[in-house]
Every structure is written in structure tokens, then in C-alpha cells.
């Protein structure tokens, strides 16, 4: 069938905490067999906290593959069967100490569609209240607190690298007439 693939053999290669690889042998649409390695993931969330003056939160970190500070959307992984929703909710709390009165979804994003099944989906939170930072022992990052119009910048600026990230803010700030 015109642009599909036909799985013809499957291994797993490695099976870890955050996600599983696999090696599999696929039939082309033209017969011939390719290889494809896939990351299988549990998918992830990221919530957008804006306030009633239209400032953002955003949390900074250090990502290891990179050996740098990153600005993100608050964000966090999927257990396997949760819902997204109390995720991003749970996930906003632990890293921003936000709670919302409006939690707006905006849809998903496929991270690395080439070998990664993830998908992050997309909130917004709006009608903020502020409470105590509910970091995970190993989770370290600074809140950073900006206006939206300003962030837009960042990203088009290419400052804020993060995909996610980019994608919440610009879809934020289309949403929010900014």
C-alpha cells in the first residue's frame, strides 16, 4: 500500500525506565526491506502557566545531552495509561508551584516522528494561584517569570531551543491575540 511499511521482524534491544528500543526489518512499498530503530516512549505534556498580565512562566534546567541550560514549559513524562491532563496539572505544580482555574488543551506535537513514537500534548493554564514548589529529589531548576510577546521573541530569536516549547509559546500567543 502506497506510503506504508510492512513490519517483517521486530527486536526488542533495550527495555529502560523512560522507554524501550526496537530494531525492526520493514517491506517497502517497493519490496525492498530497510531497517528502522524505534524509540517506543510513553509520551509527555507541557502546560503554558500565563498570568491576567500575560506573563509566562518558564523553568530552566540543565539537560545532560547537551551539557547545557535549557528554557522550557513546565513539562514531565507519562506514566504508562495516565492521562495527560492530570499530568500537565501535576507537572505544573511539582515545577512552578501553579495550581489553574482554566486549563486549556492545545493539541499535540510529534517530538521526532522519524524514530520516536512520543507525543507531547499541549496546555495552557490560565487564573493562576501560587503554592509551594513540588520538586522531584533529582529535578533542579530555576522558575523564570517573562512576558509572553517577550518570549515570542525568544523564539523566533532562536534563544529558546526547546521544541516544545517553541510550539506552546507561538500557539499561545496566537490564541491570546499576542
Known sequence: MHLEEKTLKSEKIYDGRIFTIFHDTV???NGNEAIRDV???HGGVCVLPVTAENEIFLVKQFRYPFH???REAPAGKLEKGEDHGECGRRELLEETGCTCDEYI???EMLPTPAYNS???HMYLARGLHFEKQKL???EFLDVEQLPLSEAV???MDGKIK???TQVVILKAARILGI
Request: proline share 4%; glycine share 8%; charged share 30%.
Open 27 to 29: 517491506e517497502l512499498e
Open 39 to 41: 524509540l517506543i516512549h
Open 68 to 70: 547545557t541550560v535549557t
Open 105 to 107: 488543551y492545545m493539541g
Open 118 to 120: 512520543e507525543i507531547t
Open 136 to 138: 522531584d529529589p533529582d
Open 153 to 155: 521573541q525568544l523564539v
Open 162 to 164: 526547546d521544541g516544545k
